[in-house]
């Protein structure tokens, strides 16, 4: 509809190419992140002899929460988890899916998530003193952000704090190994009954040398088991026996999700503040059961599923994918500038790598990013680099690598960042471009990519249109897809001027 009106409004074929390229680069920039809901939940021994009497309340629970992640534990077998996936998490439809399920010891953990937004990757067993610990590896659809939940059942009782404390050794074994800037949670049923205890204290020490180390998203200090802290209270649902359920009431907070510095900090996968939700609980129900009307928050149909399906509450967090920082660098490739147009002869891959200024300016980030023909900008994504001040590498099939301007430039993790090559020479490092028209352009005609256009570039080039070579290759050096003497000629001309590269 737009395009027509252009059209009509216009007659001019070009200006719509623009208008194109103007309204895809809008929706290129915009913040387009998902926010996905991790839930976890202890299932009290599921299945067993009365899973055809609590199925219905758990599907009550799971539509009303409605996760894209269900983490459980206190699941006792894969009969159980195709149980649980037909009879609950698809009870409306085919929507979920379960991840590779391992039989561990005692009671084992499992992963559901829904099947059009989730790609599940591993189930790596973590072995402990007691239960299993899984470390559940996925990725979102849309973005490929990787996270790593790992799913804990520890040790329940008061006197066994170390056993439950050697547990999470086990466990920050291996996120200690995680490269730093890893995505991670972790979830479950903890059975930690204060911040002073062993195990909490193991699993948020933040060590030099390790980004191993778990974030807790609500700040609760000393005893848990107390009034003042009753609205974070998971465990117990009841206050009579029955179903092996504990009782006691509302009184402990045992479930919980943990996550990493990386979930904490701009550019990777993010905690949404706000989100953390011990469901049905209104902080009304302290040594009483969930169920015990009125529930202000979850109302009576659902406190009553939450009573009868199990004797935790489930607890869920939103977590925002997609997170990333937008680099939009303009540039002009020599051998694909045509000045007469002010445009590109075709759009092409370009990577860029952002280095510290400080020798030996080693590399914080990557990106790999098309070059649009209309706009000469890449819109390049950056996941990882803090804010700071950087150079920016350049680098392309058949064109000079090329640095940006002489002390770097900054950068900002939470904003769009814009770079310009094309407005000055002085915008590379080292003056390294070549005038074309009104545009500073990055050399065309390195072939071999070796850092200097040379006779090695120009016997590539004068080989391939000797053969009368046609496609994508690198010794197409002004893009049209067909190696000739046009790519010759600016090969030679760069090499007769002796042009190399030039790097901090």
């Known amino acids: 509809m737009i395009i027509e009106i252009v059209k009509k409004l216009t007659g001019n074929n070009y200006a719509m190419m623009l208008l194109v390229a103007f309204l895809f680069s809008i929706s290129s920039d915009a913040s387009s992140q998902q926010q996905l809901r991790i839930m976890t939940y202890n299932l009290l021994n599921y299945p067993g002899s009365d899973t055809a009497v609590r199925n219905p309340y758990f599907r009550t629970i799971v539509n009303a929460v409605n996760p894209d992640i269900l983490v459980v534990c206190e699941i006792t077998s894969q009969s159980g988890v195709n149980s649980f996936l037909a009879n609950v998490m698809n009870s409306n439809g085919n929507v979920y899916s379960a991840g590779t399920f391992l039989d561990g010891t005692d009671t084992d953990n499992a992963i559901f998530f ?51 404390g050697a547990e999470v050794d086990s466990l920050r074994k291996k996120t200690n190994l995680l490269p730093p800037g890893t995505n991670f949670i972790v979830a479950g049923d903890f059975n930690i009954y204060s911040s002073n205890e062993t195990a909490y204290k193991k699993l948020i020490k933040d060590n030099p040398g390790d980004d191993g180390n778990f974030l807790d998203p609500m700040i609760m200090t000393g005893v848990w088991n107390n009034s003042s802290y009753a609205s974070y209270h998971t465990q117990s649902t009841r206050t009579r026996s029955f179903g092996n359920g504990s009782t006691g009431g509302m009184d402990d907070r045992f479930d919980m999700i943990l996550y990493s510095n990386a979930v904490k900090n701009p550019g990777g996968i993010k905690f949404v503040p706000g989100t953390y939700t011990p469901y049905g609980n209104d902080g009304q129900h302290y040594n009483d059961s969930i169920n015990m009307p009125p529930n202000n928050a979850v109302g009576q149909t659902i406190a009553n599923a939450l009573h009868y399906a199990s004797d935790h509450l489930p607890v869920y967090a939103s977590f925002e994918f997609g ?51 209309l706009t000469l900008t890449a819109n390049a994504i950056f996941r990882s680099a803090p804010s700071g001040s950087y150079f920016i590498q350049v680098r392309h099939l058949n064109t000079l690598e090329t640095w940006s301007k002489s002390g770097g430039n900054a950068y900002d993790e939470d904003s769009i960042n814009v770079y310009d090559f094309t407005s000055a020479s002085s915008q590379a490092f080292g003056n390294n471009m070549v005038l074309k028209g009104t545009r500073y352009c990055l050399f065309s005609g390195d072939i071999d990519q070796d850092g200097t256009i040379d006779l090695s570039d120009i016997a590539i080039a004068f080989n391939e249109a000797s053969n009368f070579s046609t496609g994508y290759l690198p010794a197409d050096v002004n893009g049209d897809n067909i190696a000739d003497l046009t790519d010759i000629i600016i090969t030679f001309n760069n090499a007769s001027s002796f042009v190399s590269k030039i790097t901090p």
């Open 323 to 373: 997170n990333a920082t937008a680099y939009n660098v303009k540039l002009a490739i020599e051998g694909f500038y045509d000045s007469s147009m002010n445009r590109l002869s075709r759009r092409d891959t370009v990577h860029f790598y952002l280095h510290r200024t400080v020798p030996p300016y080693s590399i914080e980030d990557s990106s790999t990013a098309l070059l649009d023909t």
């Open 114 to 164: 829904k099947t059009s937004k989730i790609n599940f990757i591993s189930n790596t067993p973590i072995i402990t003193q007691l239960r299993t610990i899984n470390e559940f590896k996925i990725t979102d659809k849309i973005y490929h952000d990787t996270l790593r939940i790992y799913e804990v059942h520890l040790k329940a009782n008061l006197g066994d704090s170390l056993t439950r």
